[in-house]
């Protein structure tokens, strides 16, 4: 009878609040002294549902629930653990610190063999989250993935009994749904509201290049948008971004997983590392050997859409190597840059055959950069004058060198801000909401339309007006009727001088120039947190005024079409001469 009067008055609560602090101490004294576990469950679950933590009595109120569902997760009946981790994550929004400290008992919870018992784990887990324990949370999820789901063996097992090591108990094997599930979890407890979690950047691109080899289920691209959107907002961990990435593409393991379809999977980890290796080229340490990687034979199998990012990441890696040679240049290095310009556009080569026209495209484009190159080197190698000199007294290098590098780090690649679109001018006179081609009638004038006939002669044909806008004109019968006017109708394309001119007045598009936001570097120190460009690039207060455009009223949808004159044409016979025909 009391478990269904706390249950009428948890239905209650939330149509009358006074009820919260009559009911806060009689429910406080049935939580701590109630052996019954079914009435425990009900006094909890009516103070949450009637928001009874509020103030002091609320706080100490919270702190006694969260200590009984707390002891429910060790209890071996399931249905216990099931209602205390459906609880506990009702009250983590409010107090999560005090969930906090059962955090072990919460973990554990996810290897437990019922897969529902699991999934309320992780939502209590993905609650409970904050920048104190996120670290020991992924770990442990990162190790929950690559733990067995049981012994390999029953030797294994018989030898753990002889030697008197407890079996662990078997759990239910993992589902690619319930991995699929934890990798997700863990990408989005990091990137919660733009990384506010995160502290440790670095350990953070660890973390996405584990998880690429232990998730084993198809979360590549958004662990690829990850590793991109982390480089590009945070400044301070790119150095060592590139380290990691060099590290992934010189990894046989992991490219020959890629290739035989084991890890195709997370396979566009690959694009990412490849793409910031070529975007961030300047923290390369050995640039020529990272391209030699990027353009071997075994990549060529990979898709289309990563074998392009590896071409295009060689050419500004190629770019930014050219460039550092140019700053040190003596005549003495042609034949080494010869040597590097002939390998390369050897290895390139191969891609130029491939089938996907974007593998095509860049590929050529290398090859005739690195061609234009090596023809200046040749070209200055066999003159045989002494080195020419600039003004100062320094040696010239090949112009060539710095041809390549400029194309890709002439502007920064920064993150775009969400209004930024909305921030830019539209210039007086253009409406985006109109259509650029009127979906209404188009009213043509009385015109008369010659036509040719094959024998020579000419027929006169008169177009009738179209009808008024409230008259509807199929679509296609009104591209003909235009069409007829302008050209003369099909059959009298020979009739230069009767096609008439229009003219037609385009303003051009103004321009609207952006200038990046450059975020500011960290503060020193060994416990700041690095910067995070949360905010993106926003347009610049001070560009260029927006070119004037004049756009008439749109009062009717008239096409006027300009007749041209009409042409006397004498013809003449041999022997005889005939008057002009009018």
Not at 115 to 133: F, K, Q
Not at 287 to 295: D, F, Q, S
Not at 364 to 379: D, H, I, P, Y
Not at 484 to 507: F, K, R, S, W, Y
């Amino acid at each position: 009878m009391l478990i269904k009067i706390v249950k009428l008055f948890g239905y209650l609560t939330p149509y009358e609040p006074r009820l919260v602090k009559k009911l806060q101490p009689p429910l406080t004294d049935l939580i701590g002294t109630t052996p019954a576990i079914s009435l425990l469950y009900e006094c909890v679950h009516t103070c949450i549902i009637g928001d009874m933590f509020q103030g002091a009595s609320g706080s100490a109120l919270a702190r006694t629930c969260v200590q009984k569902l707390a002891a429910f997760l060790e209890d071996p009946d399931q249905n216990l653990k099931y209602i205390s981790l459906l609880a506990l994550v009702k009250i983590v929004p409010s107090y999560p610190h005090l969930v906090a400290d059962y955090q072990r008992s919460i973990l554990s919870s996810v290897n437990d063999a019922d897969m529902s018992i699991r999934m309320r784990a992780l939502d209590l887990i993905t609650a409970m989250v904050n920048r104190n324990n996120i670290q020991s949370i992924v770990q442990y999820l990162l190790s929950h993935l690559t733990r067995p789901d049981a012994l390999s063996t029953a030797t294994e097992a018989l030898n753990r009994v002889a030697s008197g090591t407890s079996v662990p108990t078997p759990t239910s094997p993992m589902s690619l749904a319930y991995r699929l599930d934890v990798a997700r979890r863990i990408l989005a407890m990091c990137s919660k509201d733009l990384y506010d979690n995160v502290d440790d950047f670095e350990w953070y691109l660890s973390v996405l290049v584990d998880l690429a080899y232990v998730a084993n289920v198809d979360i590549g691209n958004e662990i690829k948008d990850q590793l991109l959107d982390v480089v590009v907002r945070v400044r301070s961990c790119r150095s060592f971004a590139i380290k990691l990435m060099t590290k992934l593409l010189h990894d046989e393991e992991m490219m020959a997983s890629a290739l035989s379809n084991q890890k195709e999977d997370c396979i566009d980890v690959l694009y990412a590392a490849a793409w910031i290796c070529g975007e961030y080229s300047t923290e390369i340490l050995d640039p020529l050997g990272l391209v030699t990687y990027l353009l071997r034979e075994p990549v060529k199998k990979l898709p289309p859409r990563i074998l392009a990012v590896f071409v295009l990441s060689a050419t500004k890696i190629i770019g930014y190597w050219a460039s550092q040679v140019a700053l040190d240049w003596d005549d003495t290095h042609i034949p080494e840059v010869l040597r590097v310009v002939n390998s390369t556009l050897e290895d390139v080569s191969e891609f130029v055959d491939n089938s996907d026209i974007e593998v095509h495209e860049r590929a050529s484009t290398l090859c005739q950069l690195l061609r234009f190159l090596r023809a200046e080197l040749t070209s200055r190698m066999e003159i045989d004058s002494p080195d020419a000199t600039s003004p100062d007294g320094e040696p010239m290098f090949p112009k060539s060198l710095q041809l390549i590098h400029p194309l890709s780090s002439t502007f920064a690649l920064n993150a775009v801000a969400p209004e930024a679109q909305q921030s830019v001018t539209l210039p007086p006179g253009l409406s985006l909401d109109t259509d650029i081609i009127p979906s209404g009638l188009t009213t043509v004038d009385n015109t008369t339309v010659q036509k040719r006939k094959r024998t020579g002669k000419r027929k006169e044909k008169k177009v009738k007006p179209s009808t008024t806008s409230s008259e509807h004109v199929d679509q296609g019968q009104l591209e003909r009727h235009v069409d007829a006017n302008l050209h003369g109708g099909p059959g009298e394309t020979d009739d230069l001088d009767a096609i008439p001119i229009v003219q037609l007045n385009i303003d051009p598009f103004p321009q609207v120039s952006l200038s990046p936001i450059t975020p500011q570097d960290p503060p020193s120190g060994a416990n700041s947190r690095p910067a995070v460009d949360k905010g993106g690039e926003m347009p610049s207060e001070q560009s260029a005024p927006p070119i004037q455009v004049t756009a008439p009223a749109p009062t009717s949808t008239e096409v006027i079409v300009e007749q041209p004159k009409a042409i006397k044409i004498t013809r003449a016979k041999k022997g005889k001469a005939k008057k002009p025909r009018k």
